[in-house]
């Protein structure tokens, strides 16, 4: 029996590094998963078949809508919908990679665009959400911790995630009467795509060497974290910002 056994969830950004991780962990505690993703079809088959392949009772469905385009939030919920016979847990991960530049290098457009997919779909998944998640479900929203410990180069993604950690707590007041617990996990330096893309070998060497725990994190690290916020044992935690940082900030 897994903790999860009977749940139904929908994780935005499934399909590699810490949404990946997310989706399998859910999975193996025995939920029914729906998750997006934006490119890769073979890299969402390959969750699918690992969840089916561990036998756990959890199930895994991916489904391709990028979440930047108008529309793309309800079209995902509406196959969940489809999918699921009920919704239970929400997890939004998704997060839009993006080129480190200086605000005074940085346009509109890509502005936009990661506001879009980081911000924007996880205001829309939680309003949602709100009408339609069972008394007693869980909202987790993963942020990041350059809300805390800035750095430069990444304004608009850092300000996306402040934005979702603002609706973190809103949510957490209007939804604790139904005993839905609404809360945030902060990754540290995570050993994903998005956080390669940006940073050099050598960099990568040094924030590891900066963590108490000497090393950068990895996807599951952040998983184990959203599972305990899935479960029962944490119904008494909401409206939370919680660093997964490795003690870093």
């Not at 839009?96 to 911000?119: H, L, W």
Request: charged share 20%.
């Amino acid at each position: 029996m897994g903790a999860l056994d009977g749940k139904n969830a929908v994780v935005t950004g499934g399909s590699r590094g810490i949404g990946r991780a997310i989706v399998e962990r859910l999975a193996a505690e025995g939920a029914t998963v729906v998750f997006n993703y934006a490119r890769s079809t073979d890299a969402a088959a390959e969750v699918e078949r690992g969840v089916l392949d561990a036998d756990s009772g959890g199930r895994a469905y991916g489904v391709r809508i990028d979440l930047a385009a108008p529309g793309a939030v309800g079209e995902l919920m509406a196959t969940a919908g489809e999918r699921l016979d009920g919704l239970d847990i929400l997890v939004n991960n998704a997060a839009a990679d993006f080129e480190a530049a200086p605000i005074a290098e940085t346009d509109e457009d890509e502005y936009d665009r990661v506001m879009a997919v980081n911000a924007r779909s996880a205001f829309l998944t939680m309003r949602h959400a709100a009408r339609t998640m069972r008394d007693g479900g869980r909202v987790i929203n993963i942020s990041t911790g350059n809300t805390t410990r800035a750095a430069p180069g990444n304004a608009p993604y850092a300000a996306s995630k402040g934005a979702i950690e603002q609706l973190t707590k809103v949510a957490s007041i209007e939804l604790g009467a139904r005993g839905i617990t609404v809360n945030a996990v902060c990754p540290g330096p995570t050993d994903t795509d998005l956080l390669r893309g940006v940073n050099e070998a050598a960099a990568l060497e040094m924030i590891a060497q900066h963590t108490p725990l000497g090393r950068l994190g990895q996807p599951a690290d952040i998983a184990d974290v959203v599972a305990l916020l899935a479960g029962d044992g944490a119904r008494w935690l909401t409206g939370q910002i919680v660093n997964a940082t490795g003690g870093l900030c």
